[in-house]
């Protein structure tokens, strides 16, 4: 199952982070796959960090989701 | 990210997107298909289905790596396991049906199987009980081949060997457009392997086949807005290869995890349960690093399987050509208490997905 939330590097030891899931639960993860710094959010799959999530990444979806919801107005047919 | 992941599940603006939804979708029947096992969980977990208009379908493709993970290769982790040598993998793996038993019944005769969160763990495990042989079944689509790369090209311990399982999600696709009677409008790409992969291996799609394909996240608005960009395709009568998961997915991927994919597996054809074999879906370790592939190392010639119980279809399901509640032995002799296909087994299959939802029937909008 894929997680969807970006979890938080919390201290970095190689290629070893430990991350912060929520509700206290910190484990280790494998950052060998990305350039993760602490303080990153990183998303997570099967103990590797697959991918840095920046905060205005994220932002700019929200973003492409209104431009979007502006350009599917009319359609041509 | 504080503040963000309610902006993410902001009402107002699901109630918006479905309004444009609802006004883009035709008057005649369109059929899209995502292929991964989340999709579905935020699919039926939101209750996404009611809320699209009648004309406007999303079916499951083969997007649950433990449901297409043949029943030979179990059959081969069951018997090391009857052997004596340690199996360890993930959590749903354990349950599913071999030919005749599971990991679980053969834990259940004396073997010793374990649960693994990933493939780091069974290295570390295989570290601390040197005295010990370990084999780590290894499935999983491109998003999970990459740790399984990086942990044997950096020299596991001589006492784990691998069972490598990991199968590719565009030949699969591929073969989908392949089956005639299976209309699909369009594809719903899978966020995370396609963070690995990138946006360029799914090309084919719209400029071969003229496939309206969307790459999309996880969120519920992530989904609904893959489905609109869709519409908007269909509606233009145009096919192009659009991302919506811009937040994690870009036009080469996760350039790292690709070269580790391929200095450590070679691509070959590969067999997926219920599905068949399907030319250049699968990963074989590459001779070099022999020494750690399970199938050199022991002898686990396995008979003729059973992919499939009477009865069970999986196989359709897989495909999405038929929704859970059309097999007659769903939530009657197949439930997640007792399952007979490894749709019903493992947490991203389709039919434990519906099961735990209660979802019996085909949902559909009261408009």
């Known amino acids: ?77 | 990210m504080d503040g963000l992941t309610s902006r993410f599940r902001d009402p107002s603006l699901a109630k918006r997107v479905i309004e444009k939804i609802r006004k883009l979708a035709p008057p005649y029947t369109v059929r899209f298909c995502h292929v991964c096992g989340t999709h579905e969980y935020t699919i039926t977990h939101y209750g996404l289905r009611s809320l699209l208009p009648e004309t406007v379908d999303v079916i499951a493709g083969p997007g649950c790596p433990v449901c297409v993970t043949p029943a030979f290769e179990i059959d081969r982790a069951v018997s090391l396991a009857l052997k004596g040598v340690t199996v360890l993998t993930f959590g749903d793996v354990i349950r599913v049906p071999g030919s005749e038993i599971s990991l679980l019944d053969a834990r259940a005769r004396g073997g010793d199987v374990r649960v693994v969160y990933g493939v780091g763990d069974a290295v570390r495990i295989a570290r601390e009980e040197p005295d010990k042989e370990f084999v780590f079944l290894a499935i999983g689509f491109e998003t999970t081949a990459p740790s399984t790369a990086n942990e044997i090209l950096n020299g596991p311990p001589e006492n784990l060997s691998f069972l490598i399982v990991h199968r590719l999600i565009p030949p699969v696709m591929e073969l989908l457009l392949g089956i005639g009677d299976l209309q699909i409008d369009g594809f719903i790409a899978p966020g995370h392997v396609s963070t690995i992969i990138g946006m360029k291996p799914y090309r084919i799609f719209p400029e071969a086949y003229r496939m309206p394909t969307v790459i999309a996240g996880f969120e519920p608005l992530d989904v609904l807005f893959g489905i609109l960009m869709l519409l908007r395709q269909v509606r233009e009568e145009e096919a192009r290869l659009e991302n919506e998961y811009t937040r994690s997915v870009t036009w080469e991927g996760n350039v790292k995890a690709q070269r580790l994919i391929h200095e450590a597996f070679d691509v070959e054809s590969g067999y997926w349960r219920g599905l068949g074999r399907i030319p250049s879906s699968a990963l074989r370790l590459k001779d070099e690093f022999s020494e750690y592939d399970a199938k050199r190392k022991y002898d686990i010639t396995v008979g003729r399987s059973r992919e499939l119980m009477p009865g069970c279809l999986c196989h359709l399901v897989m495909i999405g050509k038929i929704k859970p509640p059309e097999c007659p032995l769903f939530m009657k002799a197949c439930t997640p208490q007792k399952p007979k296909g490894a749709c019903m087994v493992s947490v991203e299959g389709t039919c434990s997905i519906w099961a735990k939802h209660g979802v019996r029937g085909r949902l559909r909008a009261q408009l």
């Not at chain 1, 894929?2 to 970095?12: H, M, S």
């Not at chain 1, 700019?60 to 359609?75: A, D, F, K, Q, Y």
């Open chain 1, 1 to 77: 199952m894929c997680l969807a939330i970006p979890v938080k590097v919390l201290e970095i030891d190689g290629s070893t982070a430990k991350v912060d899931f929520g509700r206290g639960v910190v484990r280790e993860v494998n950052i060998t796959l990305v350039d993760a710094k602490v303080g990153d959010y990183v998303l997570v799959h099967a103990g590797y960090a697959i991918q840095v999530i920046d905060r205005e990444a994220a932002e700019e979806t929200v973003r492409l989701w209104n431009m979007i919801l502006e350009l599917s107005g009319p359609v041509r047919s």
